[in-house]
């Protein structure tokens, strides 16, 4: 499975950015995807994550503020990013997982940057 992240950019505090990321290659039918985060000198953390099945999960700090949805296909996940904060500012990472197998994939990563 490959993934492409894109969306991300430089935006003033309280705006807006929606991410995307595309899965293709060999996938399975149960599966997560998942945006993760990484600030320079931090540890990788979850942001939001979405199954096939719809259901959706958050990190404390960004509910409220961002939405994971699917696209058309289950082949393409968004995340929406309102109220955008400084804080927020890191490099964004999809990962895809295969439910069946534990498999995890990884895109490259989006970078995000809040000014205040």
């Known amino acids: 499975v490959q993934l492409q992240a894109s969306g991300g950019g430089l935006v003033q505090a309280g705006g807006s950015l929606r991410l995307s990321c595309e899965a293709s290659?060999?996938?399975?039918?149960?599966?997560?995807f998942g945006w993760f985060r990484q600030a320079p000198g931090e540890q990788r953390e979850m942001v939001a994550g979405?199954?096939?099945?719809?259901?959706?999960t958050y990190a404390d700090f960004v509910k409220g503020r961002f939405t994971i949805s699917k696209g058309n296909t289950e082949h393409i996940v968004y995340l929406q990013m309102n109220s955008l904060e400084p804080e927020d500012t890191a490099v964004y990472f999809c990962?895809?997982?295969?439910?069946?197998?534990?498999?995890?994939?990884w895109g490259q990563g989006t970078q995000v940057t809040v000014s205040s």
């Open positions: 290659g060999s996938s399975h039918s149960i599966h997560v």
């Open positions: 990962r895809y997982r295969n439910a069946k197998t534990g498999e995890d994939y």
């Open positions: 979405i199954s096939s099945g719809g259901q959706t």
